[in-house]
């Protein structure tokens, strides 16, 4: 799995708050799929960030 970047977070905080109707699927920046995209998704992409494989 490719590693995360700052740029991930930033993508993440412009999404910020509940996706809109329909959901699902999920939205830009849900990485967990729940129809939100809020500190889990931040959690998400820090537990990738790394240097790519």
Known sequence: ?????????????????VCPDPCPPYCNGDLTEDCSVDIDDIFSILGQWGPCE
Not at 10 to 17: I, K, P, Q
């Open 1 to 17: 799995m490719a590693g995360r970047t700052g740029d991930d977070i930033f993508a993440a905080l412009g999404f910020w708050g």
